[in-house]
Antibody, heavy 122, light 106 residues
Framework: EEQLVESGGGLVKPGRSLRLSCRAS????????LTWFRQAPGQGLEWLAF??????????EYAASVRGRFSISRDDSKSIAYLQMDRLRAEDTAIYYC?????????????WGQGTVVTVSS | DIQMTQSPSTLSASVGDRVTISCRAS??????LHWYQQIPGRAPKLLIY???NLQSGVPSRFSGSGSGTYFTLTISSLQPEDFATYYC?????????FGGGTKAQI
C-alpha cells in the first residue's frame, strides 16, 4: 500500500523550532516531488513548500508565508522528507500534511499523510 | 498569485440530489485543476485530476468539467458518505492555491 506518515508535531513556544518528518512506503519515493501543506483550525488548505525529485532538478519552492523560516529537505535513501520550521509563530498552529505530487496526474496530489498537529503557544 | 474562488461556500442537499460546485480561477490555468474531498478529521482525498479525470477508486457519480478559468464538480446522486468539504486546487504555477472550500451538508 502506498502510504505517507507524518510525525514530529507537538506543542512549541513562539520563536522556537520544530522538525516534521514524512515517511513514505509502498512506492519509489525518489521518483516523486514531495509537498507540505497545512490547515489551520477551521480553515482551508494552504500549500507551504515542495521538494522536486532529482529527475525534475531536485529544487525546492516555498510559499511567501514561510519562506526564510521553513526549510524542506529529503533523504531518498530513507524515503523520508522533512520540514524544518524555525521562528514559529502562533499563526503557524495547524495540522501539517505531506503529500505526493503525481506528475502523471498533472501534478495532482494523490497520496496524503494523516497529518501531524503543531500548536504554537506560550 | 492565482486566486481560486469556489461557490457556493455551503450547500444544503438531500441524499439522492444532483449537486454542482463551481470553481473559478483568476487567470487561465488550462486544465491544471484538481478536486479534493475532505471529511472532518481526515486528510484530503483526490477525486478528480486535470479537470475531468476520475481518480482510481473514486465512484463514478463524481465528475468534473471545465477548462481555462471555469470548472465544475458534479455529484450525480449524493450519498450519505459524500457530506464533506470539497476543494479545488490549481497546479498551473506556484504558489499552488486552493479554493476556499464548499461544505456539503444535509
Amino acid at each position: 500500500e502506498e502510504q505517507l506518515v507524518e510525525s514530529g508535531g507537538g506543542l512549541v513556544k513562539p520563536g522556537r523550532s520544530l522538525r516534521l518528518s514524512c515517511r513514505a512506503s509502498g512506492f519509489t519515493f525518489g521518483d516523486y516531488t514531495l509537498t507540505w501543506f497545512r490547515q489551520a483550525p477551521g480553515q482551508g488548505l494552504e500549500w507551504l513548500a515542495f521538494h522536486r525529485s532529482k529527475a525534475y532538478g531536485g529544487s525546492s519552492e516555498y510559499a511567501a508565508s514561510v519562506r526564510g523560516r521553513f526549510s524542506i529537505s529529503r533523504d531518498d535513501s530513507k524515503s523520508i522528507a522533512y520540514l524544518q520550521m524555525d521562528r514559529l509563530r502562533a499563526e503557524d498552529t495547524a495540522i501539517y500534511y505531506c503529500s505526493r505530487d503525481n506528475q502523471r496526474l498533472s501534478d495532482a496530489f494523490d497520496i496524503w499523510g494523516q497529518g501531524t498537529v503543531v500548536t504554537v503557544s506560550s | 498569485d492565482i486566486q481560486m474562488t469556489q461557490s457556493p461556500s455551503t450547500l444544503s442537499a438531500s441524499v439522492g440530489d444532483r449537486v454542482t460546485i463551481s470553481c473559478r480561477a483568476s487567470q487561465d490555468i488550462s486544465n491544471y485543476l484538481h478536486w479534493y474531498q475532505q471529511i472532518p478529521g481526515r486528510a484530503p482525498k483526490l477525486l478528480i485530476y486535470a479537470a475531468s479525470n476520475l481518480q482510481s477508486g473514486v465512484p463514478s457519480r463524481f465528475s468534473g468539467s471545465g477548462s481555462g478559468t471555469y470548472f465544475t464538480l458534479t455529484i450525480s446522486s449524493l450519498q450519505p458518505e459524500d457530506f464533506a468539504t470539497y476543494y479545488c486546487q490549481q497546479s498551473y504555477n506556484t504558489p499552488l492555491t486552493f479554493g476556499g472550500g464548499t461544505k456539503a451538508q444535509i
